[in-house]
């Protein structure tokens, strides 16, 4: 019945290690809790499950039923999950004021992520109710650019978000933070002609992708950022470029889907990271290394071959 808490980590990545050390602070201070380190690339099939994209990751599990989960090394936000979830039903009214107003916070945020915001059931890909699958489905007819939250991966947002908007089912549409409705109100939109002046349109991917290529005349695509590299490849790649000396940005594969996925097709390259100098592909990390080999990498990052 107790609280357990997984933490998904690697040893090649250093937040990892700072996570480890706030964990285990966190278990001296909650001796009810328990507190399991998973390395992430050692159970591939465990971290496909829980759909473990990157490192750290943290899961939290009550009664063997996963109840929440946090991405990323965000020290405050493990230590009130931990505190949220580990206290017992009767909490004093002054820190249920305080967890009430977290709350609200974090709906705040979350409702203006993206000028168009939809809280369904699963995913655009994977809608897990008929309802989300409609609302999906129009949005794409109509070739409105979206952003989606899973519902069924966070509780306390399905519950609070039905009391913060005043609205008790899902799917729920927001535009500029301000909610719109359900299904019903969407069809009622599209019907009357409204639904295309008040959402914002996608430009198409293959456009979309062409400028961030181009963003930079040195762009690496990868998952994590200079500053934070989530997998051992990217890592290895950010250590090189920045032993050329070169000035470079990164694009965080695993904040946005569509582009990680659409990357893929438009270069014809399967994997992460990938380089692009001028807006064409260099290659992977094998590439780059070979490059670093034969002492062509430098020229290549300022394109004179």
Known sequence: RSLVVVHFWA??????????????????????VTFVKLEAEAVPEVS?????????????????QKVDRLDGAHAPELTK???RHASSTSIAPSSNDVAKEDLAVRLKKLINAAPCML?????????RCGFSKQMVEILNKHGISFSSFDIFSD???RQGLKTYSNWPTYPQLYIAGELIGGLDIIKELEASGELDTICPKACKLEDRLKALINKAPVMLFMKGSKQVAKCGFSKQIIEIMNNTGIDYETFD??????????????SNWPTYP?????????????????LKESGELLPALKGEN
């Open 11 to 32: 040893p090649w990545a250093p937040q990892c290690a700072q996570m480890n050390e706030v964990m285990e602070a966190l278990a001296k201070e909650h001796t009810q």
């Open 48 to 64: 496909e499950k829980y759909e473990i994209n990157s490192v750290p990751t943290f899961l939290f599990f009550k009664n063997s």
């Open 155 to 157: 509780e306390e947002v």
């Open 119 to 127: 809280f369904m059931k699963g995913s655009p890909k994977e809608p």
């Open 81 to 83: 999950k931990v505190q």
């Open 253 to 266: 594969i695993l904040e946005d889907e569509e582009v990680r996925q659409g990357l893929k097709t438009y």
């Open 274 to 290: 990938q380089l692009y100098v001028k807006g064409e592909l260099v290659g992977g990390l094998d590439i780059v290394k070979e």
